[in-house]
């Protein structure tokens, strides 16, 4: 009988907080029949958004054309998302059930690198993009492509998404971590970057990239170009290459923030030396498509050979999946100004992003008039990193600073443990991501409805003033 002692070392190691302990108790209290406010999962569709209906009928037509053959079809689909389906299907006359290039199909390809141009008014190379399952399986595959050996380091923001450490675990390579601005609103800090940077080389660490989540997860930060600007300098300096996590680029709620992306921001500094990687992906943004697994990864400043073994790494899984890749061109290339579904669609997407904006704003607020919480208002992705104050822990000085940190850890975890208990919010504890020593903090989402939002909110006033008289009578 295999024991988990006889399993890979590196998998055990690994850890996804977002879907962890918590969460499986969530489960089993929903089953026994308490409500449950999912706050622990960019997973827009589970929490009651809706799809686009042209993204939907698109996929409709394409994964059953006889549909398209009814003479009832065009007082159902609109003519453009009708033409548009075969298109698709002139371009893949083998059907979403057929393998493609394990680049993806080319004409969706130069969809994207279109949208690049666009977005960012440069030039866009369709041969240096792949599409992948989701952003992470992009991001993965440069993680492969970039580790030399198990000394290679790869420096990652703290606190981060959940998937760069467990993939550091994984591979067996180093973890550099660098701390977030909490105070300058979550933005890098060169002094940080080359603090920890330097304490790598010196415990002999190769780093060969740096990668940037902008819109932050789980912050909902968004970078300024000069800040932008710090992190490819930076990397020049080091010869690291860039692993630029861009999947909240349409998930803005200030005005007086912009998405600029690494790519626009790079080719305007002219600095053609710096390898990047950018990762776009169709479960974020206003589409929440996250089981259809789309997404693409671009790739900049790297030769052909280099990108070849990108292209044989990825050609081992054979392709992305095919409805995935059908969504990704959705995304891409939406309905225009006078196509039929266009007005549907843009009332769609605005309701989606207005709603967040709102939900944004309510977190922002409402969270900062708890005492003993506090929260750098969300000003992108669909995240709020919520810091909490504790009381000292008693006689701290008599820890090592390893027992401080797993003592640290398990009480963020059983703060959100008891949350969830008590008031059935499920949220995931601020170590499931990296935080500074001797702070507590929480990720939560705004992503179900306004009024569970507000709900919320009540909830967690009330419990978070009844556990700080709890832990004071504790300590007493």
């Known amino acids: 009988m295999i024991t988990v002692n006889d399993l890979n070392p590196n998998l055990l190691k690994a850890e996804y907080a977002v879907r962890g302990k918590i969460v499986q108790r969530a489960y089993e209290l929903e089953k026994e029949g308490k409500k449950i406010i999912y706050c622990n999962i960019g997973n827009p569709q589970a ?8 993204l939907r009928q698109l996929l409709a037509l394409t994964e059953y054309p006889p549909l398209m053959e009814e003479p009832s079809v065009n007082k159902i689909f609109p003519k453009d998302i009708i033409n548009k389906a075969k298109y698709i299907l002139s371009e893949n006359p083998n059907g979403p059930g057929a393998y493609t290039q394990s680049e993806g199909m080319n004409f969706i390809r130069k969809a994207v690198a279109n949208f690049i141009s666009k977005r960012d008014n440069i030039d866009a190379d369709p041969t240096r993009i792949i599409l992948t399952d989701g952003a992470s ?15 290679s380091g790869f420096m990652i923001p ?20 660098y701390y977030l601005d909490e105070e300058k609103h979550w933005e890098l800090n060169e002094k940080e970057l080359e603090e920890s940077i330097k304490k790598a080389i010196k415990n002999n660490i190769e780093p060969v990239a740096i990668v940037v989540i902008n819109p932050g997860n789980p912050t909902g930060s968004v970078l300024s170009k000069e800040n932008i600007k710090m992190i490819i300098n930076f990397a020049r300096k080091y010869k690291l290459s860039i692993l630029a996590d861009e999947v909240y680029q349409e998930n803005i709620y200030s005005e007086r923030h912009k998405f600029y992306s690494f790519a626009k921001v790079m080719t305007e500094m002219g600095i053609n030396d710096v390898p990047l990687f950018s990762f776009h992906s169709t479960s974020k943004g206003f589409l929440g498509e996250c089981g259809h697994r789309g997404g693409y990864l671009e790739a900049r400043n790297v030769d052909s050979e280099v990108y070849y073994q990108l292209v044989k790494l990825q050609s081992i899984s054979l392709c992305a999946n095919t409805a995935g890749q059908i969504v990704t061109y959705a995304m891409v290339d939406p309905p225009h100004e006078n196509d039929e579904s266009y007005e549907t669609y843009i009332k769609e997407k605005n309701t989606i992003l207005g709603e967040l904006k709102k939900k944004a704003e309510i977190l922002g607020e409402e969270i900062n008039k708890i005492k003993g919480m ?8 669909m995240y709020a990193f919520v810091k909490i104050d504790l009381p000292q822990i008693k006689n701290a000085k008599n820890y090592t600073e390893k027992e401080l940190v797993e003592l640290e850890a398990k009480r963020d975890f059983e703060y959100c443990y008891e949350l969830l208990e008590e008031t059935g919010i499920c949220v995931v504890p601020g170590s499931g991501f990296g935080q500074k020593p001797h702070t507590y ?11 569970e939002i507000k709900e ?21």
């Open 47 to 54: 929490l009651k958004q809706k799809p686009l209906t042209y």
């Open 137 to 151: 399986k992009g991001i993965q595959a440069v993680f492969t492509l970039l580790m030399k050996n198990s000394n």
């Open 158 to 177: 703290i606190p981060q998404y959940p998937l760069y450490t467990a993939t550091i675990s994984l591979y067996g390579a180093k973890q550099i971590s």
């Open 374 to 381: 506090s929260l750098k208002h969300p000003y992108g992705a």
């Open 441 to 451: 903090h929480f990720r939560i989402t705004f992503l179900p409805p306004i009024d």
């Open 456 to 476: 919320l909110v009540k909830k967690l006033k009330i419990f978070h003033e009844n556990y700080l008289k709890r832990l004071e009578k504790e300590n007493k």
